[in-house]
Each structure stands twice: as C-alpha cells, then as structure tokens.
C-alpha cells in the first residue's frame, strides 16, 4: 500500500476570526490551498503564516470558487472544508489511516456534519448527521449543485464510503447573522429557480413551509433540542417560504434585493 498525499481546499472571504482553528483541524494535509475573495481583513496574511498556499480571486458563486479551488491543488486527493468548519479528531484519525493506505476502494467517503449554534450542539432535526461528500478523488469528482447549496457530484459508476468522525461546524456567531444568511441565500435560490423556469405555486407558499417545520421538530426529533429546536424549525420554514415569496415576485418583474 503506498500512501497518498493529501490537499485541503479551503474557499474564504473576511475569515479572520475563524479560519485558524479550521487551518489548526486541517494541518495533517500535505498543502493547504485557501482562495480569497478579496478579504478586507487579515484572512490571507493569517492563512499564508500558517502555511497554507493562497489564491485572491474574484468570487464567481460557490460552485465555482469550490471547483477552482479543487483544481489549483498539487493532488489529485481532496479535503474541501469551509472557514467555519473543522476536522474533529476523530476525523482527523479516520482520513490518515486511509491516507496511509492509499485512500483504497472508492472514489470519495461522505461524513456527518456536527453545528454548534448559540451555544448547542445539533445532533437532532434535519441539521444532523447532514452527511457531506468532501474527501475525494478530483479525476471522477467535481463540485456541482445550485448556489447557494453546492454539493460534490462523482461520476458514474463511482462508489462511496462513509466515515464515522464528524466535521464541526460553526456558522453563525448570533441570530442576526442567521438571518442575513437566510435572507442572502433566498435571494440566490430564487433567482436561480427562476432562470431554470421554475414558478412559485400556491403549494409552494403555504404548505411547503410547513412540511419544513414538521420534518425538522417532529419526523427529525427537532423538539429534543428545547426551545432552541422550535427556534430552528421555524427559521427553516421562514427559509422556504421567503425563498417562495421572492420567486413569485420575480415571476412579476418585481426586485427582491
């Protein structure tokens, strides 16, 4: 078996304040690739002292940057993460001893993503295990999906394992950055529903969001997590209703950023 070398992509903009402990989780990778869009703080003067090789380029959408970035590393094995997640050690352990098999078998393995939110772990609702494809080979995989939810997309044919160790994952310092978040990625996914020809129907604004909250807080287990889980189920329907609502607005010509 002969070991195979490792790089981590890593896409940023005005992570100072988080991307250490992300560069810190993902240090055991033989390069780590950050591409900058732009950052008006210290994010590439951090990430080049921590060694990590950096590309400032102009943002194109998530897809793409993600794409870019897999394609500027030296090896053809690929770690991607974003600034606000890291690699739990148990992880870590998972993905060197396949490193140091060659990473055999498949051509990519997913894992669960644990977020921590105002001060609690979400292990309950549609937020867990939210198993992400993120360590693969870049020769029959490549980063695909819609902006704002981009996912990786391997070729046909092309199995995939699961790992047990969980990628942590810090989003959002507070609830107003929550909900920037979601009023960004609305707009996003409705104009890109848009241009696909999809039209807001009545189902879509009134019963949609409501199937979100109950697959959260009930299917999901969302009410095990207190008041913190009715927080979060209702966010996720404002989330599908907002969306529904600046499409219909598109169909009418009208702004909705």
């Known amino acids: 078996m002969t070991r195979a070398p490792l790089s981590c992509c890593i ?33 590439r003067e951090l990430a080049a002292a921590r060694g990590a090789r950096v590309i400032e380029r102009d943002w194109p959408g998530h897809v793409a940057q993600k ?17 606000d997640e890291r690699v739990s050690p148990e992880l870590r352990a998972e993905i060197e001893a396949l490193r140091a098999q060659g990473f055999p078998a498949h051509a990519g393995w997913r894992f669960p993503r644990l977020t921590h939110y105002l001060g609690t772990w ?5 937020w867990y295990p939210d198993l992400q494809l993120r360590l693969f080979d870049r020769r029959r995989g490549k980063w695909g999906g819609h902006d704002p939810h ?7 044919g092309a199995s995939v ?8 994952h810090h989003p959002y310092r507070n609830l107003a ?23 807001a129907s009545l189902a ?10 109950l ?29 529904y609502i600046k499409l219909s607005l598109l169909e009418r010509g009208e702004r909705v950023a």
Do not use: N
Request: net charge neutral; glycine share 6%; hydrophobic share 45%.
């Open 177 to 199: 950055e929550h909900l920037a978040t979601i009023e960004q990625y609305t707009t996003i996914m409705a104009r890109g529903l848009f241009e696909r020809g999809r039209r």
């Open 11 to 43: 896409i940023a903009m005005d992570e100072e304040e988080r991307l250490g402990a992300c560069l810190d989780s993902v240090a055991f990778c033989d390069e780590i690739v950050v591409v900058d869009s732009h950052s008006s703080d210290r994010t």
């Open 215 to 243: 697959r959260f807080y009930v299917l999901k287990r969302g009410f095990l997590l207190g008041r913190k889980g009715l927080v979060l189920a209702l966010l996720a329907a404002h989330y599908v209703r907002l969306k």
């Open 67 to 83: 794409e870019f970035a897999v394609r500027a590393a030296q090896h053809d094995w690929v770690l991607c993460v974003d600034a």
């Open 150 to 156: 981009d996912r990786v997309e391997l070729a046909a």
């Open 122 to 126: 979400v292990r309950h609702g549609t």
């Open 204 to 213: 879509d604004l009134v019963l949609r969001p409501w199937v979100r909250f």
């Open 161 to 168: 394992a699961r790992l047990g160790g969980d990628l942590f």
